[in-house]
C-alpha cells in the first residue's frame, strides 16, 4: 500500500489538493520581487490572501455555521497580518537605528 507524503492528499482519494486551494487563494496577489524565503502564511501578504479567499467562500451559498466560521477565519488571518507588519516594522526601525 503506497501512502501519500505526509501533509498531502493522496492522489486517488477524490479529495481537493492542498496545493491548488493554495494556488488559487494567491492568484490574485502581486508576487513579490525579491523571494524572502518565507512561507505564505508568515508574510503578512499571504495572511491578508488567505482573509480575502474565506471572505470569499463565506459569500458562497451555504449554512450560517459555515458562514460564520470563515469570517471568523478571515479576521484572525487579518490580525495576523497587522501583527506580521508591525513586527517587519519594528525590525527595520531596529536595523536602521543600529
Known sequence: MSSATFGTIASGSGDIDAGVLVEARMRNLPRPAVRSGKRLEDT???C???AAADLGRAQAPG???MRARLEH???VWAERADLLERLEKKFQ???HAA
Do not use: E, P
Request: proline share 0%; charged share 20%.
Open 44 to 46: 503578512a501578504a499571504g
Open 48 to 50: 491578508r490572501a488567505n
Open 63 to 65: 449554512g450560517d455555521f
Open 73 to 75: 477565519s478571515a479576521a
Open 93 to 95: 526601525a531596529r536595523m
